[in-house]
């Protein structure tokens, strides 16, 4: 082993000394031989020296930022250069003109380049200026189609009270709705017994909703649609608006972006207010993140870039979320026409003059939201513009100025708001101010009496941690007849643990110098053992006053609540209310009694019904969309967001009374619960409802005449398994022990059985027994004989 040792290093040396002597040499002393036995060894070549500089192609596989990216491309070396086609590059992502000669990689700046020879791969780094920009998330799921079916709803609302002295009164509120593909019907009313008239409607309406164009029309009573700087009236005509209610998939005001670069493959996380709302897997180059944070207002977001080695960056973004605001390109709108509706809740038909108005909003930047709106009724027009800006993260700043023509109603209004927002506070201020004889609609529909002329208000709040929570506000408004009033007032609410909340409040009125509060404290006494709750109460003019009660909130899903309560005041009689509800599926009962003394009892009842899919449902009142759940069978349990709602009734139908319009919910039935007969091509579906209507989500479930029975060949031993059994055009297979199953059968059909090894016999399908045949479940038909 030491001779091997010493003999590697000495062969090295010999070898390093005789590299230095003549080839020939080498060959004639060496051997001791005549170098022209073998010949003598060539000369090594010298490479020409225009080779060096000559350049050689290479194909190479192209890595950016240490991502491969997949192409194999052609290179041009000239030593240490490297030349790439312009349009390799650009496909590769690389900005630059894809078109023309080879490009020096080593003349584009902010670009470097490696030849890695063991690999076969050209390394470039790239600065993120000249890699592809990247966009996570901002893109949410499109709303489904909302679908339409024909049916009706009955809304009512039944109520009764009276005293041993007092004379009873009774009314009956509706709604009825028609509902279909063409839109939706609806008319309000009550029934009322006692004094004036007996039904008094009060809404009659038309509306059809456009999800492509997200656009509204109503024909019939409507409210009018406008700008917060602008009244609402009541017409008897038509209106169109831009209504995104309708396509929930539509973020209407600017999010907020978050951007970074990366320089290698990377993770990015996006975390507010402790909660990852985005992220996803980026190529080194810039990188932008479209989110909707969980809160409005003021916060800040945290970018978390994971590179492939798993270093972090972490960058802290502050940003601000104004739903004031619209998209750039956004527009909203609003015009209506018609007459205005006089004397509504007391009288059913009476309109007067012909009005029209029409507002329009445009989103011009993220920042910039533009408004302006027009009005005309009898001798009076009116034009208007204002603004919504964002002030960064200071909050959004809202202005607008009208001003109204014609004869005893030229004047002006201006508005001026503010309004912040965050975690730990909010700001809101208003100002209002009217010159002149301004008449809007609201003036002209016989609104200026209580209208105000001139209106400040301020409302701050404040989060305190563990102190609660502590709102202020102060007003400021003078009346049309200037009669002015000032009020100030301050709220806190103090948690004690455990639910339990104490709740102060005092107000100032500045006009007649007087004060007045209140002092409450609420204990929750967990599980559904309901609310214990007291107070005190103190206003000028009045006798201080103490209450206490026990509550319980009528459970959501069903069940009892109710209410009991006491209160007295300084020198005064006990006042005493009680009252119970009970909610089922079929409606909701409440009944209680009030009074100081004599007694007041009172009792309601309320709920819908529904007509559709050639039923008659009866649930709690249906403010919006429902849905049928049609199965075809009974007591087949229905999930809806996979939480379990209830079971179809023995038509195979069950109504969900509160599927949210233009939502495509996920419905679903479980078929684990069917009997062993029944197929079901379809378990689960998203559907969306329209507002205001209904839709029957089918779920067909069909129930085979199905059997099972043994096969045997002739001398008594089971058909082999394997064997392929025909029945009409249906095919099964044989399972273990001659086991066959039949899907769908009829007593007496054949049956053609091809055997494993290639020889055929049949059987015929006798009647099941009496009993099994009306069961719905699998039939045994026992021992089959199989002949040839």
Known sequence: MARGRIAMPLAGLIASVLGGLPTGALADETSGTDAGEYGALPPPGAAPAATLNTPETLMLELVINAKPSGLIVRVTRDGARLAVLPADLARAGIRVAPDGAPLWLDTLPGLSARYDAPRQRLEIVAASALLPGQRLGGTPRKAAAARYDMGALLNYDLYVSGGSEQKSVASLYHEARFFSAAGTVSTTGALRSGRGKAYIRYDSVWRRSDEASAVTVEVGDVVTRGLGWASAVRLGGIQVSRDFAVRPDIITYPLPQFSGSAALPSTVDLIVGGQRVAGGAVDPGPFSVAALPPVSGAGEANLIVTDMHGRKIQTAMPFYVASALLRPGLTDFAAAFGAFRNHYGTKSFDYGDIAATASLRHGVTDAVTLEIRAEIADGAELAGGGAVVALGGGGVLSGAYSRSFGDGSAGGELTLGYEYQSRFASIALRYARRTGDFTDLAAAAGGRAWRARRVFSAALSFALGRAGTLGVGYFDI???????????????????????????????????????????????????????????????????????????????????????????????????????????????????????????????????????????????????????????????????????????????????????????????????????????????????????????????????????????????????????????????????????????????????????????????????????????????????????
Do not use: K
Not at 491 to 515: C, E, H, K, Q
């Open 478 to 788: 003078a009346a049309e007849d200037e009669r002015a009033s000032r009020l100030a007032n301050a709220a806190w609410t103090l948690p004690l643990g455990s639910g339990n909340r104490l709740a102060a409040t005092v107000s100032r009125d500045f006009g007649d110098r007087s004060w007045s509060g209140a002092l409450s404290v609420s204990i929750p006494l967990g599980g559904t053992r309901g609310t214990l709750g007291a107070g005190v109460f103190d206003a000028p003019g009045q006798r201080r006053s103490w209450r206490a009660d026990y509550s319980r909130a009528l459970p959501a899903a069903g069940g009892w609540g109710w209410n009991a309560s006491a209160a007295a005041a300084d020198g005064g009689g006990l006042y005493l209310r009680g009252d119970a509800a009970l909610r089922t599926d079929a409606m909701t009962l409440r009944g209680g009694a009030y009074g100081s003394g004599e007694a007041t009892v009172w009792g309601s009842a309320s709920g819908s019904l529904v007509f559709m899919d050639g039923g008659l449902f009866a649930a709690n009142r249906i403010a919006d969309a429902f849905v049928v759940v049609n199965t075809g069978a009974p007591d087949i349990p229905v999930r809806y967001e996979n939480q379990l709602v209830g079971r179809t009734n023995g038509d195979g139908q069950l109504l969900i009374p509160w599927a949210s319009a233009y939502y495509d919910a996920l419905y679903a039935i479980d078929p684990l619960a069917l009997p062993a007969n029944a197929r079901v091509p379809l378990v689960e579906q998203r559907v969306a409802v329209a507002r205001g209507s209904g839709h029957v989500v089918r779920f067909p479930v069909e129930i085979r005449r199905a059997a099972t029975a043994t096969l045997r060949l002739p001398g008594g031993a089971p058909v082999p398994a394997g064997a392929i059994v025909h029945t009409g055009a249906a095919t099964s297979y044989v399972g273990w022990e001659g086991f066959v199953y039949l899907e769908d059968f009829d007593p007496g059909e054949r049956l053609d059985i091809d055997l494993p090894d290639g020889a055929r016999c049949s059987a015929r399908l006798g009647e099941p027994a009496a009993a099994d045949a009306s069961a719905n479940t699998v039939v045994d038909l026992g021992d089959l004989p199989c002949a040839a």
